[in-house]
Nanobody, 115 residues
């Protein structure tokens, strides 16, 4: 049973920072492509950032130069450092792990940025 558990969400003022964590269990974490996605109210989930097992990263244009994704394979954890947060970053943030046909999601963590 694979589990992804996010933490680190909360309320922050515009311009502030948060770091999200996603801890994985029950799987060979190192082989997975890990990603962060977010969902705005009434919308589908959208890509924020991904990181491969080798450390290659990809970002949505809206978060480039503000957000940084990283992973610690020894700790089975992926992180999302979010700086210069804006009110439009307010969403539920989800962690995702994929490998071949396997696809897992965390339960999500709310990030709210006040103006």
């Amino acid at each position: 049973q694979v589990q992804l558990v996010e933490s680190g969400g909360g309320l922050v003022q515009a311009g502030g920072s948060l770091r999200l964590s996603c801890a994985a269990s029950g799987t060979r974490f190192s082989i997975y492509v890990m990603g962060w996605y977010r969902r705005f109210p009434g919308k589908q989930r959208e890509l924020v950032a991904t990181i491969t097992s080798g450390g290659s990263t990809n970002y949505a244009d809206s978060v480039k130069d503000r957000f940084t994704i990283s992973r610690d394979n020894a700790e089975n954890t992926v992180y999302l450092q979010m700086n210069s947060l804006k009110p439009e970053d307010t969403a539920v943030y989800y962690c995702r792990g994929t490998s071949g046909l396997s696809n897992y999601w965390g339960q999500g963590t709310q990030v709210t940025v006040s103006s």
